[in-house]
């Protein structure tokens, strides 16, 4: 029987917040993701397209192998991301710009996109300048293309984590200690509340919302 749910692509979708994203809105979706490295091992259901985003190619060529793959594409989620400041700016701005431009024909009409930013958009890391910039570049353009393609009824909105705990990656005991005690909740989010935050924001639910950018942080550095 053939699978009418929408589609969602999902770059950076094999690990980490990727990872949390992928499984949840596998449960509304089929999903498509990318990913930079090798195959990485998949639950059933999911698609992986490999995509360097540091290649100017690597969008439009993402964009056209998903939709022969699919047929549709109805959410996009700019969840890639780089923090070497040597190719930030190309993986976390320029890469979801193109994307989105290579998926616009088939998001008009009620697409909806949703881009990962970062707290360091609007509190600029000192070591992380290049991607700091970035990701302020990033949701400068989510409220940009969100009132140009709005009539589109196209939604464009963005999450900005802040400390997130990821078990894979863990911080030094100071480093964590540090970032804690500028959490209001006391807490780091997870990928899960990440998860959450796109979930809403790519449903019916939030279908009134547009050019936003939804800290999920804790209450980091209130």
């Known amino acids: 029987m053939n699978d009418a749910r929408p589609v ?4 950076g979708g094999a ?3 990727g990872r949390a994203l992928a499984n949840t809105l596998s449960q509304t979706h089929r999903v498509a993701i990318s990913h930079r490295g090798p195959v990485p091992v998949l639950p059933d259901g999911f698609t992986p397209f490999r995509a360097d985003f540091t290649d100017p190619q690597a969008a439009p060529h993402l964009a056209a192998e998903v939709l022969e793959a ?3 594409i109805d959410l996009l989620v700019n969840n890639a991301g780089s923090v070497d400041e040597a190719d930030c700016m190309a993986v976390n701005y320029i890469a979801p710009r193109a994307l989105f431009d290579a998926c616009l024909p088939q998001l008009s009409g009620g697409g909806c996109v949703v881009s990962i930013s970062s707290m360091n958009a609007r509190l600029p890391a000192l070591s992380a300048p290049g991607f700091s910039a970035s990701k302020s ?3 400068n353009w989510t409220r940009w293309a969100a009132k140009k393609h709005g009539p589109a009824g196209i939604r464009i909105n963005a999450v900005a984590p802040g400390p997130v705990d990821i078990p894979d990656a863990p911080r030094p005991p100071e480093l964590e200690a540090l970032f804690r005690k500028d959490i209001a909740l006391g807490r780091f989010a997870t990928p899960q509340d990440i998860a959450e935050a796109v979930r809403f924001l790519a449903s019916d639910a939030a ?3 547009t050019g936003q950018v939804l800290s999920v942080c804790g209450g980091y550095r209130l």
């Open 15 to 17: 690990r980490k917040i």
């Open 137 to 139: 570049a990033l949701e």
């Open 70 to 72: 699919f047929g549709r």
């Open 8 to 11: 969602a692509l999902i770059t």
């Open 207 to 209: 279908g009134a919302i």
